[in-house]
């Protein structure tokens, strides 16, 4: 079998024959809970996060077919289909806070083109990002969220006082729609 180290997508690996170390038992506890599905994980760079966000979002999608001779297949559990919301912050930047909250748009646009919903163009960012969870609600029901790299966007305005302050704000308000809408969430996992 084939060993990777730089692969991140649970689909990809799993199709492609790469080794994967099975701990979807671990994941079943976690998904097959209730009440309580909200969670953190800081963990050092290279620790498996990614591709645990991948596979958790892979279960969520019910793509049954990619677990088969894994120990979550012989678990009791339903398979059924949520939307996912996966961000990977990773790739939110900016040299600016305006720049930053550009691509911020560019993330609540991408969350409305993929599931089909409509979010107006002329709010700040943070609100349209809670009226995309709101209309993906309407339109389907309970969501998965997963946010990878969550802190990334605040990385590059360290040392500058003024615009670190401004992002932080920008972020609060991008993020603090997690808390309003987690009625609405299935499972939410942050990862940084």
Not at 26 to 48: C, E, N
Request: proline share 3%; aromatic share 12%.
């Amino acid at each position: 079998e084939k060993i990777t180290t730089d692969i991140y997508s649970f689909e990809k690996l799993r199709k492609n024959g790469f080794v994967y170390v099975d701990k979807t038992d671990l994941l079943w506890r976690l998904v097959a809970m209730k009440d309580g599905s909200q969670f953190f994980i800081a963990r050092p760079r290279r620790f498996g996060k990614s591709l645990m966000l991948s596979t958790l979002k892979c279960i969520f999608e019910g793509r049954r077919d990619l677990f088969r001779g894994l120990k979550i297949e012989k678990k009791r559990y339903d398979w059924k289909k949520y939307p996912v919301v996966h961000l990977d912050m990773s790739g939110v930047k900016g040299e600016t806070p305006d720049e930053l909250k550009a691509s911020l748009h560019s993330v609540v646009d991408g969350i409305a083109a993929k599931f089909g919903i409509e979010v107006a163009q002329d709010n700040p960012v943070g609100t349209r990002f809670g009226l995309a969870l709101d209309a993906l609600y309407a339109k389907s029901g309970e969501y998965v969220v997963l946010v990878d790299e969550y802190d990334v966007p605040l990385q590059g305005f360290f040392g500058d006082n003024a615009a670190l302050l401004r992002v932080r704000k920008l972020m609060h308000d991008f993020y603090i729609n997690l808390k309003k809408h987690e009625p609405q969430i299935r499972f939410l996992m942050l990862t940084g």
